[in-house]
């Protein structure tokens, strides 16, 4: 069974760029959630959808960040106009329900200069 | 206040050694309580759940949970080397809340 994916791996902004990260979840899992993780810290929720409805995005600064999953499979995170704080790995999990394990994908590291 | 508090933040364990690590939950209407690993530079990996009161054990692992005090706690015996990780106590509540992870415990195993 194919794991989560995630890319890019690896981004570095500078301050006031765009940025988008891409998932593909596992095959068959209906809830979908993005977390950041800033360094040495643990995930902190962002927004997480089951099939392509949000359930959650009270975390999201939604002024400047969106998700979507419009087809209730792979999902985007952007970021309009990056700031040095969002500096942190976005880690992307998905789950068969909200009471099962969740599987990570390896992440992206964003830097923001 | 964080909603899923880890204590300590870090540890060192000789090798061979055993490893404690605490977890509360502020909010009383948690459901299930997990532990999940991360080594350096990798995401984290669901390590062990505990739904009920008591006691669960895999291989060098115990997981204990104590409902009423909303405390968890993680126990590696015979501590290896390859232990050396984050260790992320997380919480889900009722009403169907995504987890909450706590800020983690840093262990490292000294040979």
């Known amino acids: 069974e194919a794991g989560v994916t995630q890319s890019p791996r690896y981004a570095v902004l500078q301050e006031g760029q765009a940025v988008s990260f891409w998932c593909d979840p596992i095959?068959?899992?209906?809830?979908l959630y993005w977390y950041q993780q800033p360094r040495d810290q643990g995930p902190q929720l962002l927004v997480y959808?089951?099939?392509?409805?949000?359930?959650?995005n009270s975390q999201l600064p939604s002024d400047r960040f969106s998700a979507v999953r419009p087809k209730g499979t792979n999902s985007t995170l952007k970021i309009q106009s990056a700031k040095q704080g969002d500096t942190a790995t976005y880690l992307c999990?998905?789950?068969?329900?909200?009471?099962?394990?969740?599987?990570f994908g390896a992440g992206t590291r964003l830097s923001v200069l | 206040q964080q909603k899923v508090q880890q204590s300590p933040e870090s540890l060192i364990v000789p090798e061979g050694g055993m490893a404690s690590l605490n977890c509360t939950s502020s909010?009383?209407?948690?459901?299930y309580f997990w532990w999940y690993r991360q080594h350096s530079g990798k995401s984290p990996k669901m390590l062990m759940?505990?739904?009920?009161?008591g006691e669960k054990e895999e291989g060098r692992f115990t997981v204990h949970l104590n409902k009423a005090s909303l405390h968890t706690s993680l126990h590696i015996r015979d501590s290896q080397p390859s232990d050396s990780a984050l260790y992320l106590c997380?919480?889900?509540?009722?009403?169907?809340?995504?987890?909450?992870f706590g800020t983690g415990t840093t262990v490292s195993v000294s040979p």
């Open positions: 959808f089951r099939d392509e409805a949000v359930i959650d």
């Open positions: 909010d009383r209407n948690v459901d």
């Open positions: 095959s068959g899992h209906d809830t």
């Open positions: 997380a919480a889900s509540y009722q009403g169907g809340r995504a987890l909450i």
């Open positions: 759940s505990i739904f009920s009161n």
């Open positions: 999990a998905s789950s068969r329900d909200w009471k099962n394990t969740l599987y």
